[in-house]
């Protein structure tokens, strides 16, 4: 899942997860024949591809292992709906980069569009934990959009599948880097603003939700 491949990421671990994100040893230490065979712009994509995660923010690592014991482990829930929501949050990065450029840039209009696009369709596909489907359902329903409703938690899962998603869009690989730099600017404003957008204890349980742990 999405935490796994973030901390294998972070510790270099060789284990394969049920993704197929992280590659086993063996698989490893084979790559160096195979990378050899793969084309110069395929093997810098994927190092493209790469950047966001090695360049994740300590802290924010910090705080998905968090928010991961406190659903899984001790089975709370962020209370819904959140505030600030996603929606405010993207609405913030804005505002911040107006006034640190004295301009509305388009292209990161564009990707604050597209991140809440992404969010809205992502959620319920890849971004809960077990124990969190009930509560969606419950608290999503008729055109509410989850980005008006979750908040920066569900948000910075997002970016943990984000090099996944964008392995499967078709970008040159100037704006495929261009792309990356901007998302990680997004993160450092999240990390900027840590105290402020995220929990820092979850209130909410999961009493009749999945007892089940992890996704």
């Not at 084309?39 to 994740?56: D, G």
């Not at 929501?85 to 505002?95: P, Q, R």
């Not at 910075?156 to 495929?176: G, I, Q």
Request: with cysteine; charged share 35%; aromatic share 8%.
């Amino acid at each position: 899942d999405w935490l796994s491949y973030l901390l294998s990421v972070d510790a270099k671990a060789d284990k394969e997860d049920t993704k197929g994100l992280v590659k086993g040893k063996k698989r490893k230490n084979q790559l160096g024949v195979e990378v050899a065979m793969i084309p110069k712009h395929e093997k810098e994509r994927r190092s493209s591809e790469s950047l966001l995660m090695s360049q994740f923010p300590v802290t924010l690592k910090k705080q998905l292992v968090d928010d991961w014991e406190f659903v899984t482990q001790l089975g709370k829930l962020v209370k819904l709906p959140r505030s600030p929501t996603v929606d405010g949050i993207l609405t913030k990065y804005l505002e911040y980069r107006v006034k640190k450029d004295n301009k509305i840039s388009d292209s990161c209009a564009e990707v604050t569009k597209g991140l809440r696009c992404y969010f809205d369709k992502a959620l319920p596909a890849m971004l809960l934990y077990k124990k969190e489907q009930k509560q969606y359902k419950e608290e999503i329903k008729g055109d509410v959009s989850p980005s008006t409703v979750y908040g920066a938690e569900h948000l910075l899962r997002l970016f943990v599948k984000l090099p996944e998603l964008l392995s499967s869009v078709n970008m040159e690989e100037d704006a495929l880097n261009k792309l990356q730099q901007k998302l990680l600017d997004i993160l450092k404003f999240l990390q900027k603003n840590q105290a402020h957008f995220f929990l820092s204890a979850y209130d909410g349980d999961s009493k009749g939700a999945d007892g089940a742990k992890g996704k």
